[in-house]
Structure formats: C-alpha cells, structure tokens
C-alpha cells in the first residue's frame, strides 16, 4: 500500500496558486513496463534484513517504512511479511491480512500527519505500473 498525502501538492517554492502533478518518475515507468522480473524483490531483501531500512511501524503481519524515493512529502509503503507478489494473486484466505494492512496504512497515516487526507494507492502489473513485484 502506497500512501500519498494528496495527488496535488501545493509547493513552497511556486507562487501560491500553482501546483505541481506528482507523477511516477521514468525509471519507475520503465521498471513497470519491464514486468516481472525473477528472483527476491527489494521489499523481500527489507524484510530479511540484507537492505537496512527504518521500520515506522512493524507487527507479526506487516511493515511500513518511508519510501526513498518519495512522490509526496509523506509517502510510505506498507508491505505484508507473507510474499504476495500482487493483489491479483491474493487468496480468498489473505482476508484478514489485507484488512489489517488497511488499518495499519490508517494508523500510520494519522501517526504522520494526515489528518486532512490521503491517498492508498495498489499498482497491479504491468498495465497498472507495478514496478515492485511484492504486494505494497
């Protein structure tokens, strides 16, 4: 689960009443368009511990850390222990843990601030930009 703050970000640096679209960066674009790749993803090599990164929230079900690249200035993914490549491959039986990872995005964005809104966003294959092939 991807979390934004808005889709449209009011920046400090343009006059007051311009905005600037987030859109995914090329090279996002481009790991999307390549489809699924073999092999451990870089969220499964998170959860393993062979790529350091800051947990903001973690339980026996999920993690959710800040995004290193971020498309908003709050963005976070939270991501399920139990290797789903994506949600079209989630089984009826994965209920409770994509509940949870609702109410764990809820909780975490109210712990970031987000209190006037947010964006929960799930990318799905190549068509839909998926550029990771781990549930997030």
Same mark, same amino acid.
């Given at each position: 689960l991807i979390l934004l703050d808005s889709l449209l970000q009011e920046r400090p640096s343009l006059p007051? &009443? &311009?905005f600037c679209l987030l859109r995914r960066s090329m090279s996002e674009d481009a790991k999307a368009q390549a489809g699924r790749?073999? %092999?451990?993803? !870089?969220?499964? /090599? !998170? #959860?393993? %511990? &062979?790529?350091?990164a800051t947990f903001i929230h973690q339980d026996d079900q999920c993690v959710a850390f800040k995004d290193v690249a971020p498309q908003a200035p709050v963005h976070f993914l939270v991501i399920p222990r139990k290797p789903i490549a994506m !949600?079209?491959?989630a089984e009826e039986t994965d209920g409770p843990l994509l509940g949870h990872m609702m109410l *764990?995005? /809820? /909780? *975490?964005a109210k712990e970031q601030g987000l209190e006037k809104g947010y964006r929960v966003? !799930? =990318? =799905?294959g190549v068509e839909g930009a998926q550029s990771v092939?781990? #549930?997030h």
């Open positions: 007051s &009443s &311009s790749p073999e %092999g451990p993803t !870089i969220f499964s /090599k !998170i #959860l393993d %511990g &062979s790529i350091p !949600i079209e491959e *764990v995005a /809820k /909780k *975490v966003v !799930i =990318n =799905n092939y781990h #549930l």
